[in-house]
């Protein structure tokens, strides 16, 4: 039996300004990253976002980034580990409060955009990341990228991984996201992007931006709430996969 969980990037508008179509996307998931304030959201709309989830039965993530709300979070920062530390741990704090205060507990931690990208290169960067995690929760599920620095750092800490890949981003040979800047970053066409999850659910390889197969393995699939075509994305995904016989279920039902 194939499993993947379905998760997406949620609560990242902030104020007057509106990002996604969080909405229409909860219903059609099983988990999702709640942005927590420094790269994107504001109390408001994390407190919103929650109720929606929970609305929908579906689980909750924090979704810790840089504090850089101009840069979306996607601009490098040069911070140690224990300031990687101290950020996300802040950030899972503030989320936290939401969550449990409709009556939810949070299932997992998944950073955002350069530090989830930095910390899959840089292993100390990673045990900063996972030692906030787990002092404030060792039972928290480790969303990272499969076969980054991050799931090391997690599993040698002890805390359960989830280990992510993407629908809708090309994969450089050792593993990594093809930056964004670089031509042929994004998968464009959802029925070949759709495709690659299901070789890399059934098979465990993707081809890479060079042509070249490598090995990956998939927990969860990101599917990316904005963008004209987010909907119609997540529910083909949902098709293809019933289509495929994978099942499409939470992380607690994955994640030893």
Do not use: W
Request: with cysteine; hydrophobic share 45%; charged share 25%.
């Amino acid at each position: 039996m194939y499993r993947i969980d379905l998760n997406c990037d949620l609560g990242e508008s902030f104020g007057a300004y509106k990002m996604g179509m969080d909405d229409k996307v909860i219903p059609l998931i099983t988990s999702a990253n709640v942005a927590c304030g420094f790269h994107a959201s504001d109390p408001v709309v994390m407190e919103k976002t929650i109720a929606m989830a929970a609305e929908a039965g579906i689980q909750v993530g924090a979704h810790p980034g840089f504090p850089d709300l101009m840069g979306f979070g996607r601009r490098n920062m040069a911070v140690t580990p224990e300031e990687a530390k101290a950020y996300t741990m802040y950030q899972i704090g503030a989320l936290k409060a939401f969550v449990e205060a409709k009556g939810m507990k949070l299932q997992h931690v998944k950073p955002h955009g350069a530090l989830y990208n930095m910390a899959a290169k840089d292993y100390e960067l990673s045990v900063g990341i996972c030692e906030a995690i787990k002092a404030i929760d060792d039972q928290l599920i480790v969303m990272a990228l499969s076969g980054g620095q991050l799931v090391k750092a997690a599993k040698d800490m002890g805390l359960r991984v989830a280990l992510e890949v993407f629908a809708d981003r090309a994969y450089e040979e050792d593993g990594s996201l093809v930056n964004r800047r670089k031509e042929g970053a994004m998968i464009t066409d959802e029925k070949e992007a759709i495709q690659r999850v299901v070789r890399m659910v059934k098979e465990g390889k993707v081809r890479t931006i060079t042509g070249k197969d490598i090995d990956i393995k998939a927990d969860s699939v990101c599917v990316h709430g904005d963008g004209v075509k987010a909907l119609l994305f997540v529910e083909e995904i949902r098709k293809t996969m019933k289509e495929e016989g994978i099942e499409i279920c939470s992380l607690q039902e994955i994640i030893a």
